[in-house]
């Protein structure tokens, strides 16, 4: 079987565990020395195919001899139905290079606030256990958001931690009786964390989470703030919304008969999957690199860079998924 050539990394299932009624841990036999930082995440091969998705590297790095993937089953998801169950022990999958920024290891604090809503506690899972080993004297405050008590990944564990881990958990439905009831608001973060001004706030959960606490954490006086990035790839192509004013650019290229069209306010990878033209596409989030495209000329702006280096920069490759078109554009 090919590999994708960005996922280079052979592993064997060696067990899987069931965290909650929907959540699953993979954890791997890696006969090679895998090396990633508490918190980052790794590309997935799906069954071996050319379809990739994000997973957090949820072990911790020198504390396990297995890796571990964490995964939500998702009804009708690809990955994570193939993930959590068609894999068996004994099967194999292909894992690329560890990716991301999302690091308390990249991060170094005497106080950390990690905010987690779901399987958003899969990094910071990762990084409360590379802490209390290598930081002990760190403050470390959770605040973890679940629906109900039966939905708490890592229960164990994370009880184990206290009272170093400084643990609060809201609930939503059915809290338990050393739960909060309802969800997360500014006022309840404030008085949780009443030092939140001089705290390293790591943020991971689902977009609209992690935009409401950035929000809030920011208006409390919090002043770095830092959130996980990728995000789950969606099983179709995105679609950018058509801009108001029905304005039209063009892309052109080497795969390319003729100048293509596309909507004013599309991003140059809704342009490029619109036309079928090659790329690779992860995170869309601008952090996993993987559709990287060189603009051979055009006019664009781009929000994010992380994974180019400066003389790729200086070469014309941009981020697809964050870089936005404002002219024709010719790739090559």
Not at 44 to 49: F, Q, T
Not at 83 to 88: A, I, P, S, V
Not at 249 to 272: E, N, R, Y
Request: contains cysteine.
């Amino acid at each position: 079987m090919d590999m994708h050539p960005l996922c280079q990394w052979r592993m064997q299932v060696h067990h899987l565990h069931q965290e909650t009624p929907d959540v699953w841990t993979i954890a791997l036999i890696n006969h090679d020395f895998y090396r990633w930082q508490a918190g980052q995440y790794a590309l997935v091969s799906i069954a071996g195919s050319d379809e990739l998705r994000a997973y957090t590297l949820s072990s911790t790095p020198g504390q396990s001899a297995l890796i571990t993937l964490t995964v939500r089953h998702i009804a009708e998801g690809k990955g994570s139905g193939w993930l959590t169950q068609q894999l068996k022990p004994g099967d194999h999958l292909w894992l690329s290079d560890p990716q991301g920024e999302f690091s308390c290891e990249k991060y170094p604090a005497a106080n950390y606030l990690f905010l987690a809503a779901g399987c958003g506690i899969t990094p910071v899972m990762s990084m409360c256990r590379w802490l209390r080993q290598h930081r002990p004297e760190c403050s470390v405050r959770l605040i973890y958001s679940v629906r109900s008590a039966s939905d708490v990944i890592f229960a164990g564990e994370l009880a184990a931690m206290q009272p170093w881990l400084k643990l609060t958990v809201v609930a939503e439905n059915q809290p338990a009786a050393d739960m909060l009831a309802g969800r997360l608001d500014r006022e309840r973060l404030a008085a949780i964390a009443p030092d939140i001004a001089d705290a390293t706030v790591m943020i991971c959960g689902p977009q609209p989470y992690m935009d409401l606490m950035e929000s809030d954490a920011a208006a409390l006086g919090a002043r770095k703030i830092l959130t996980e990035r990728f995000t789950p790839v969606a099983a179709t192509a995105h679609v950018e919304p058509a801009s108001e004013a029905g304005a039209t650019l063009t892309i052109s290229g080497p795969s390319l008969a003729a100048a293509a069209p596309f909507p004013a306010g599309w991003s140059l990878l809704a342009a490029m999957e619109a036309h079928h033209l090659p790329v690779t596409a992860v995170c869309r989030a601008g952090v996993c690199g993987c559709c990287k495209t060189r603009v051979a000329s055009g006019n664009y702006t781009t929000s994010s860079t992380l994974t180019l280096s400066d003389a790729e920069i200086a070469q014309g490759y941009v981020l697809a998924c964050s870089c936005q078109p404002n002219s024709d554009i010719v790739i090559g």
